[in-house]
């Protein structure tokens, strides 16, 4: 089985400019979450999608949307991009039900010049 | 969410034990123990957790203290492969919408030496 893939792997953007990550969840997985990690620290959660709806957010400007489609699948968008949104961008997938743990994509690493 | 505290650093040899604490005093019952690690420029990767038993899988095994206020994560066997990020989370479990959201602190960077 494919595990959680990501797309682009890396990416350069221009200050002011808007961007669009992807990632598809594990195949069954019905919520995906969205994790921004600055080189150096720990990821930092943004948002938690889950049936298409947004259950969770972290403390992101609104610069910082996302949406998830019924496949499962999941956007993050970013607009007006800083110099500061420079990070790794992660994308876990989890079955809701029960006790279970995160599966993380491998990132897209977002270059603001 | 319960704050953690980890080391920031820790040494092991490989074929060694690899013991890696975590305090985490303020947590509550229905607060479960979580460890991931981080291997350079990967996503995350799911260890183990536990609630208050020990518990051992295939990766590695939890120990929680009776009281529940530190746990430890440890490598029987530690290669150089395990060099990594060790991060150790609690988050309550149960319900639909709780799943989302880990609290990365900073973690211990574990170093495996030959």
């Known amino acids: 089985d494919a595990g959680v893939t990501q797309s682009p792997t890396h990416l350069i953007k221009t200050r002011g400019q808007h961007v669009t990550l992807r990632c598809s969840p594990i195949s069954g997985h019905k919520s995906v979450s969205w994790y921004q990690q600055v080189l150096g620290q720990g990821p930092q959660f943004i948002f938690q999608?889950?049936?298409?709806?947004?259950?969770g957010r972290g403390n992101f400007p609104d610069r910082f949307s996302a949406r998830q489609f019924p496949n499962y699948s999941s956007e993050l968008n970013v607009n007006a991009l800083l110099l500061g949104d420079s990070a790794l961008y992660l994308c876990a997938s989890s079955i809701v039900g029960g006790i279970t743990e995160a599966f993380f994509g491998q990132g897209t690493r977002l270059t603001v010049v | 969410d319960a704050k953690t505290t980890q080391p920031p650093s820790m040494d092991c040899a490989e074929g060694r034990a690899a013991n890696l604490p975590c305090n985490h005093s303020t947590i509550s019952g229905n607060e479960y123990v979580y460890w991931y690690r981080q291997i350079h420029s990967q996503g995350p990767q799911y260890i183990i957790h536990?609630?208050?038993n020990n518990e051992t899988n295939e990766m590695a095994s939890l120990i929680i203290t009776e009281d529940r206020k530190s746990s430890t994560l440890i490598l029987p066997h530690a290669t150089l492969r395990d060099t990594a990020v060790y991060y150790c989370?609690?988050?309550?479990?149960?319900?639909?919408?709780?799943?989302?959201?880990?609290?990365f602190g900073q973690g211990t960077i574990l170093t495996v030496h030959p």
């Open positions: 999608y889950y049936e298409k709806e947004e259950r």
């Open positions: 989370i609690v988050r309550v479990e149960g319900g639909g919408t709780s799943y989302g959201k880990l609290t």
């Open positions: 536990g609630l208050k």
